[in-house]
C-alpha cells in the first residue's frame, strides 16, 4: 500500500490505464507491497513454506479478474518505469455472482480451497460492513519502495477521484486500511473513518471518502481559483 508522502520534487509520473501485458508487471509491484500486510499474512497462510508461491498467484489471478471484467487499473509511470499501482472495483461488480465463480476456480487451483475461503470471506465482511450499496472499492493501491516519499500515493488517489467524478452511480470510495500509517495516509486525503471490523483476526478500519464531499472540495478548489484570476 502507498505510505504517506511529502515531497519537494515536481510530480512527473504519467498516469494509464494498465493493459493486460503490463499485469505481470503490476503484479510483481503488488506483491512486494503487500507482502507483509497482515490481512493477506492470515489469508494466505505466512507461517507455511509456500505463501510467497499462494500470495503470488492470488494477486495474479485479481489482476487477470480485473482486466477481464474491465474494472479500472491505473499505473504511475516515469521513464518506463512502472512506479505505482491503482486498482478499483466499480458499484455493484465487488463480489458479483460472475466474478465469484470464475475467480473461485482459478484461485482455488492456485492459492488453495483455504486463501480462496478467507479472501471471499474478507470481501463479504468489508460489503456487509457498508453503509450504502453503490461504491467504489479501492482493492490495490502500491508505489515500489524504490520511489515512496515522492508523491506518487496523491496521484494515484487522483486517479480514484476521477473515476469517481465520472461515475454518478457511486456514493464513494471505500478501502480498508489494516495499519495505522495507511489510516493516516487515507485520512489526511479525505478519506473518513466508518468503523472497525476484523477479518481473519486481524483489526482494521474501514474508511470512505464519498462522491458528496469530493465535489464540494471541487467547488471550493474552482472558487479559489477563480478568485485568484481575478
Known sequence: MAEATTTAEPLTGRLVYLASEEIRLAASLLYQAYHDDPVFQRIFQADKEDYDQRLRAAIREELMSFWQHKQPMVGVYEDNILEGVLCLTRPGEHVGADRVWHWRLKMLLTAGWVSTKQMLEKERIIQAAMPVENYHMLAFIAVHPRYQQ??????????A??????????????????????????????????????????????MFHSREALLAQDEVNKTGAETDAV
Do not use: K
Open 150 to 159: 515522492r508523491g506518487l500515493g496523491d496521484l494515484l488517489l487522483r486517479a
Open 161 to 206: 477521484a476521477a473515476e469517481l467524478r465520472e461515475n454518478e452511480n457511486s456514493e464513494g470510495v471505500a478501502v480498508f486500511a489494516t495499519r495505522p500509517e495507511y489510516e493516516r495516509f487515507f485520512g489526511s486525503r479525505g478519506y473518513q473513518p466508518l468503523q472497525r471490523i476484523e477479518v481473519g483476526g486481524i483489526d482494521g478500519l474501514l
